[in-house]
């Protein structure tokens, strides 16, 4: 259970991400979220998270908040709010495109370097490689597996 966001609706995992998403929304776009903050908090801006939390939770109505982690729900933002948690099934997942979700190595779904027309991408798509190998202090060149299925 959280709160949401007395001015947009938009649930919250609790007091202090409530008072985060006020804060940082009505620093970066004014509006309606800074109106309501400076109606209620005079010195808002120079609050820490759990003070303003105090603040401003007594305003805000108890929400449902959906926990998802990104290694649960497909690629993208999940439909938090939807009453889908981010299923693939969720009206924001359109499976009329081709992919397949059953493969989730690295690399899946990124296209081969050697098979793109473009030499601009298919450096980039090289680079790119080479420095996810490096972070995850992978072999690369000939130590490592050439199968196309493990970089298709």
């Known amino acids: 259970m959280g709160y949401a966001c007395p001015v947009c609706d938009t649930p919250q995992r609790d007091g202090e991400h409530l008072a985060h998403h006020l ?12 109106d309501w903050l400076d109606e209620r908090v005079d010195d808002w801006s120079e609050r820490e998270p759990a003070e303003l939390a105090a603040e401003v939770t007594p ?24 009453g889908s948690g981010g299923d693939a099934d969720s ?7 081709d992919h397949d979700h059953s493969d989730s190595s690295p690399g899946a779904g990124v296209p081969d370097p050697e098979s793109v027309d473009d030499p601009e991408v298919a450096e980039a798509l090289r ?4 420095m996810t190998r490096e972070a995850r202090d992978e072999p690369s060149g000939d130590d490592r597996d050439t199968d196309a299925d493990t970089d298709a």
Do not use: K, N, Q, S
Request: hydrophobic share 35%; net charge negative; glycine share 10%.
């Open 23 to 34: 804060a940082f929304t009505a620093m970066l776009h004014g509006g309606d979220h800074a």
């Open 91 to 97: 009206p924001g997942h359109d499976h009329a495109h």
């Open 127 to 130: 680079e790119a490689r080479e």
């Open 59 to 82: 305003h805000a109505a108890a929400a449902e908040y959906e926990e998802v982690f990104e290694d649960t729900v497909p690629r993208g933002r999940p439909d938090v709010g939807m």
